[in-house]
C-alpha cells in the first residue's frame, strides 16, 4: 500500500532493482513516474501507461489497442508511447522514474542512460535489442537525454499497474477520455535517501 500522499508508481520504484545501474545515493525521489506495458495476442494486443508525480497525484492514463508483431515489440511500444506523453507534462529538468516488466528493455533504458553521459553516448557494451524496434528504441533514447535523469525499475507483470491497461485496452478505454493534467514541475523539495540508506550511520 502506498504511504499518503505518496506515489504509487514510488513505492514500485523504490522496492525494485534497476538494471546496470544503482539507485543515486542522494535520493529515491523523482520528480515523475512513468510505468509501461504492452501485450501482444493474435487477435491483437495493447499499450498501457500510467504517469504520475512524486508526491502521488495521477497526471494522466493511457489504454491503447494496438497490434505488434509480438510482445518485445509491444513492450518497446509502450515505453516510447510513455516517454512522448510525458514529455508533454513533465520539464527537462525533471528526473524520471520509469516502471517496467520486461528486464531487457530496462537494462537497455540504464545501459543508455549511461552512455548519455559520456563524449560520443556510446554504451559500455552493445546495445541488444529485438528486431522490429528500432524506430521505437530511437525514440526512446532520444526522451531519455531529454530529461535531467533517468532510471528504469523492474517489476514482475501483476506488479505493474499499466498491465491491465495493456491487457484490456478496450474495458479501459474510458482513462483516455479524462483530462491530463497539465503539469510542468521544475526539481524541489528535500533529498530523501533511499530506504537501504536512510537508516544507516554516516560511518556505515
Do not use: C, K
Not at 517496467?100 to 542512460?113: E, I, K, Q, R, T
Amino acid at each position: 500500500m502506498a504511504a499518503m500522499g505518496r506515489s504509487t508508481l514510488r513505492d514500485r520504484f523504490d522496492e525494485a532493482p534497476t538494471p546496470h545501474i544503482a539507485h543515486p545515493p542522494y535520493t529515491h525521489h523523482r520528480d515523475f513516474y512513468v510505468a509501461t506495458d504492452g501485450s501482444f495476442s493474435r487477435d491483437g494486443g495493447g499499450l498501457g501507461a500510467i504517469i504520475e508525480t512524486g508526491n502521488g497525484e495521477r497526471v494522466t492514463r493511457l489504454a491503447v489497442a494496438d497490434h505488434p508483431p509480438d510482445n518485445n515489440v509491444a513492450e518497446y511500444r509502450a515505453l516510447h508511447l510513455g516517454l512522448d506523453t510525458l514529455a508533454a507534462h513533465a520539464p527537462a529538468d525533471a528526473s524520471v522514474g520509469i516502471v517496467l516488466d520486461h528486464d531487457d528493455l530496462a537494462a537497455n533504458v540504464n545501459a543508455a542512460v549511461l552512455a548519455a553521459r559520456g563524449p560520443d553516448f556510446r554504451p559500455l557494451t552493445d546495445f541488444t535489442h529485438p528486431p522490429g524496434v528500432h524506430h521505437h528504441w530511437r525514440g526512446i533514447r532520444a526522451r531519455i537525454v531529454g530529461f535531467d535523469e533517468v532510471r528504469a525499475a523492474t517489476v514482475v507483470s501483476r506488479d505493474n499497474p499499466a498491465h491491465p491497461l495493456a491487457n484490456s485496452p478496450t474495458e479501459f478505454a474510458h482513462v483516455n477520455r479524462t483530462p491530463a493534467r497539465p503539469e510542468r514541475r521544475t526539481r524541489g523539495g528535500s533529498q530523501v535517501p533511499p530506504p537501504s540508506r536512510a537508516d544507516r550511520n554516516a560511518s556505515d
